[in-house]
């Protein structure tokens, strides 16, 4: 009876311990099989004296120690056995990372054998304890060791018989080592040595447990390796490194299994080369089926595996499928490009051509057929053609096939091998080539036509230079016949200027690389030596890129624009710097003007707030009110400034020219200053030559000194103001202000002089541009927008005149000068009585219509303040309703308004009878008040057009002007 192997499992500390089957350890693999015959007991391997008792006991066949880790240190309980148990030690099967250090410490410290834990199976284990206590058993005497002629060794059981049931007969150990001893006389009874010692390949056999025992002399011929050297798999060292590791695990599972055996692998020849060879071993069973040994042969395949990979590397380097079809079989064999092609895998492809040919678009299958039937009747031996084939994403490649044909003896065709290329960018090419050909002529077509046309001239000119065509514009152009053209009289350097030579040829080296060069200008001389600019730009044509084709612009109509190009070019860098310089003042210009338009509104808001939350005094509620008010007309201020600068940049500044006494205007001017003056405690004074310091007085006819200028009253009021409101601003308290009237040949001086800051000297030539201000900062202690001087200057440049500045200094204040031309003949103008209308609106019906809810109430509340009736409205489609019911004597309406604006409600009023309506007096109140907003406004139909924000009195005026034509007409 064979007793119950026992095992001592050391492994690490996650693994527990404790006695049972390999499920129910708590490892992480079941490195045992199920078996009742089997004992295992898992210890710690911290537990080291356990181990040792154990061992000494003999009760333990075998040690399996699981390393944890690949470091040497993890085989000390190894060598601890070793040293302390010596030979009673149990043989120790080790199982560890796949470290060459740790493997050849382990077999230096004595491991029976060592197994990869990542490839450890139940039976590659099974297997290696068989091998390990087989080896450790003492060989058992038998009754044919006393024969004197050699005899077999009993053949141990197949593997499972090392973990059979106690109650079965014993089996005697087999004696490895005898065998080995005796392998030169050892005969496997179902083999005949003598027939495979004649056979050419290699033949080799095994016992039941994989252990070889015989190989015939072709193994030692190609080996140079002994019988005795080439026991075991394991041991044969000319297994190529790289085979040996899975060799050994096939081999393994084969006999676990008790599975024929196949592999290939390579060996290494006596020389120290290797072939590869297909390793196969059938098992050899006895009547009851139990498997006895092992016979296998290995055949060399080197020749065939060079071509193998030969070929491979053939399929890889072919930017295609390879294809071989067997039409014996119908077999298909395809490279793994077929993936790239159409986007299956090789494998997953059934190795039939029907499959192929059913991927085949079917106009292409159709048209094929009869060319691969002609084909396979032919005595051809090559074949290609073109066909598109469905994609697996559904859509079609277009692809090139190229076969060479195989036949038997009889003609026939058997095989056809060959490639399939993908050309489906070669078709996309081949199609927008055609395309391109298609547009070419087109353009060919077009271009004859426009040549023909003679709207430019078009010449055409060969390598050398020579022109030997051209239209009858382009000889127009250069002075010469049709017939010296034809002669080949007229060359590129004939008509060319020498000092226009290099811009040609910068022209023909830039089309040579571009295929076109940019247009440029330049000169051609004519045949009666006068000069034509003209303006030319040509490609190259051709294959070689050698002949041209160019355009010709006769450019002599735009000589004074050629003068004023050059004049530019000239001025090129300035006008670079002035562009640099207006982009910086355009930047500081925004953010001053952030800062002036953000400024009023601070006290607008915070006052209107204060209005609304708190009880005010009236002496506060005067003030909030007023500053709401100065606050407003400022920003107003500097809308009007920034809309006279759009008006003067787009020419759009009309003058309304009249008779003036600059008298008048200087006093009206020094009135709206006098306030602002007064609070900083300036001195504001005029004078006018010969007069006392009075204006009132030195405007006297008898003095002879009225200023006399033709000038539109209000611009001519603004220049003024301007000059005194920028004295104002940068002259410190207490300072003074002059304002001076003189004559001077023929010029009427308008001089404002202050006891200021000054101008700094280098700022002069800068002081009447628009948006310059000297000081920039956010510190500045001066507000606006750098607006008022340049309108200064172009208004005064608009009556004829012109402004000057001067400053001795910075500290030293400043002297501005306004000269106008004086008018000589001058009859004085009887002004005519302004009556005003009453400020009441008593009796007049108004319609308001405005989408903008604050200003709507405004206006109602306002017109009905001054005795008005009011119906307000927010649409135009609510004013056309209104306008039949409520009958106004006047209507009030906004421009800017969604849906239908102010324009259209007028013209939809003005189409109306005059009994619904149609001739109602309106009035345009709108925040769009440019020159050509004006126009229209007035020209679609309403009679006043009123600038926002709101002047009361020039609202109120305006309504009862409109609603009492008989009192007073509009001018």
């Not at 190529?240 to 592999?263: C, K, M, N, Y």
């Not at 598109?388 to 096939?401: L, N």
Request: proline fraction near 5%.
């Amino acid at each position: 009876m064979v007793r119950t192997c026992r095992a001592i499992i050391v492994v690490g500390t996650e693994s527990g311990e404790g006695w049972g089957s390999a499920s129910q350890r708590g490892l992480k693999e079941p490195y045992l099989p199920e078996d009742t015959a089997v004992t295992c007991e898992v210890v710690d391997h911290r537990h080291l004296q356990r181990i040792l008792d154990r061992c000494q006991s003999q009760s333990v066949d075998v040690v399996v120690l699981v390393t944890e880790t690949d470091e040497l240190s993890a085989l000390a309980l190894l060598e601890t056995l070793r040293q302390q148990l010596g030979d009673d030690a149990p043989p120790t099967v080790v199982v560890g990372d796949e470290a060459a250090v740790l493997i050849i410490q382990a077999f230096k410290l004595g491991a029976a054998d060592y197994l990869l834990k990542e490839q450890v199976t139940p039976e590659a284990l099974a297997l290696s304890l068989q091998t390990v206590l087989a080896k450790a058993s003492p060989p058992a005497p038998t009754q044919s060791q006393a024969q004197p002629q050699p005899a077999r060794a009993p053949r141990p059981e197949p593997a499972k018989a090392l973990f059979q049931d106690s109650a079965a007969p014993a089996a005697q150990p087999w004696d490895v080592g005898q065998t080995f001893a005796s392998l030169e006389h050892y005969r496997h009874p179902a083999v005949d040595h003598t027939l495979i010692e004649t056979i050419p390949q290699m033949v080799w056999t095994a016992d039941a447990t994989g252990a070889i025992d015989y190989w015939n002399h072709r193994w030692c011929d190609y080996t140079g390796l002994s019988a005795v050297e080439s026991l075991r798999w394991s041991e044969v060292e000319v297994l190529h490194p790289a085979d040996r590791d899975r060799t050994l695990r096939s081999w393994q599972r084969s006999v676990a299994l008790g599975e024929p055996f196949e592999i290939k692998n390579r060996i290494r020849r006596h020389d120290g080369t290797y072939h590869w060879f297909i390793n196969r071993a059938t098992p050899i069973r006895d009547s009851q089926n139990q498997i006895t040994g092992w016979t296998g042969t290995l055949i060399n395949i080197d020749r065939q595996k060079q071509l193998e990979e030969r070929f491979r590397l053939v399929t890889r380097a072919v930017d295609g499928l390879v294809f071989d079809w067997d039409l014996r079989t119908n077999s298909v064999y395809r490279s793994e490009k077929l993936y790239e092609l159409v986007g299956v895998r090789a494998e997953e492809a059934p190795p039939t051509a029907d499959w192929w040919c059913d991927r085949i678009h079917p106009e292409d299958r159709a048209r094929l057929q009869p060319q691969l039937e002609a084909m396979f009747s032919s005595a051809s031996g090559l074949y290609a053609s073109e066909y598109r084939v469905r994609h697996a994403d559904g859509g079609w490649v277009d692809v090139w096939e190229r076969s060479c044909l195989v036949r038997d003896d009889r003609g026939q065709v058997v095989r056809v091998v060959g490639s399939t290329v993908d050309i489906s960018d070669r078709k996309r090419a081949q199609a927008e080539h055609r395309r391109a050909e298609a547009a070419l002529a087109d353009n060919e077509s077009r271009l004859q036509s426009f040549v023909n046309a003679n709207v430019v001239g078009i010449l055409y000119g060969d390598a050398q230079g020579y022109i030997y065509k051209a239209n009858d514009e382009l000889l127009r152009i250069i002075g010469y016949s049709r017939a010296e053209l034809e002669a080949g009289h007229i060359h590129w350097t004939t008509i060319t200027p020498p000092e226009c030579l290099p811009l040609d040829e910068f022209g023909i080296a830039e089309s040579r690389q571009k295929g076109a060069c940019t247009p440029y200008e330049k000169e051609y001389l004519r045949k009666d030596g006068s000069r034509v600019p003209v303006l030319i730009g040509y490609s190259q044509v051709g294959q070689t890129k050698a002949e041209t084709i160019a355009f010709v612009l006769d450019l002599s109509a735009l000589k004074a624009a050629e003068a004023e190009r050059e004049q530019l070019l000239r001025r090129e860098q300035l006008a670079r710097e002035d562009a640099e310089r207006a982009n910086r003042v355009k930047d500081e210009f925004l953010t001053i003007l952030s800062h002036e338009l953000r400024t009023p509104l601070n006290p607008i808001l915070g006052w209107a707030k204060l209005l609304q939350t708190r009880q005010l005094s009236e002496a506060k509620t005067a003030l909030a009110l007023s500053t709401i008010e100065r606050n407003a007309k400022l920003q107003a201020q500097l809308v009007d400034d920034l809309l006279d600068v759009a008006k003067i940049l787009r020419g759009k500044l009309k003058l309304e020219t009249t008779p003036i006494d600059l008298n008048t205007i200087v006093a009206a001017a020094i009135d709206t200053v006098r306030p602002a003056a007064t609070a900083k405690q300036i001195t504001l004074r005029s004078k006018v030559q010969g007069a006392a310091p009075s204006l009132e007085q030195a405007a006297a006819d008898d003095q002879e000194l009225i200023f006399h200028v033709a000038g539109d009253r209000n611009r001519l009021q603004q220049i003024v103001w301007n000059l005194l409101a920028n004295a104002v601003k940068f002259t410190p308290e207490g300072g003074q202000i002059e304002v001076q009237l003189q004559q001077r040949d023929r010029q009427v001086d308008i001089i404002v002089k202050d006891t200021g800051k000054g101008i700094k000297p280098e700022f002069l030539p800068l002081l009447f541009e628009s948006f310059r201000q000297e000081d920039i900062a956010i510190t500045r202690q001066h507000g606006g927008l750098g607006l008022g001087l340049s309108i200064v200057r172009y208004l005064v440049e608009a009556h004829g005149g012109t402004v000057t500045a001067a400053s001795p200094g910075e500290g030293l204040g400043a002297t501005f000068t306004a000269s106008l031309p004086m008018l000589r003949d001058y009859a004085a103008a009887q002004p005519t009585a302004d009556i005003s209308p009453p400020h009441n609106l008593n009796t007049i019906r108004v319609l308001i219509v405005d989408d903008h809810a604050d200003t709507l109430e405004l206006l109602t509340t306002l017109l009905t303040h001054y005795g008005a009736t009011v119906s307000a409205v927010c649409s135009a489609a609510e004013a056309m309703a209104s306008l039949e019911s409520f009958r106004p004597d006047v209507m009030v309406s906004d421009i800017g308004m969604p849906g239908t604006d102010g324009h259209s409600l007028i013209q939809s009023i003005r189409a109306l009878p005059a009994d619904k309506g149609g001739q109602v007096p309106a009035l345009a109140f709108t925040a769009y008040c440019q020159d050509d907003d004006y126009q229209q406004t007035l020209a679609n139909g309403y009679q006043k057009l009123i600038a926002k924000p709101l002047e009361i009195e020039q609202l109120i005026d305006a309504i009862a002007r409109l609603a009492r034509p008989l009192d007073r007409k509009e001018p």
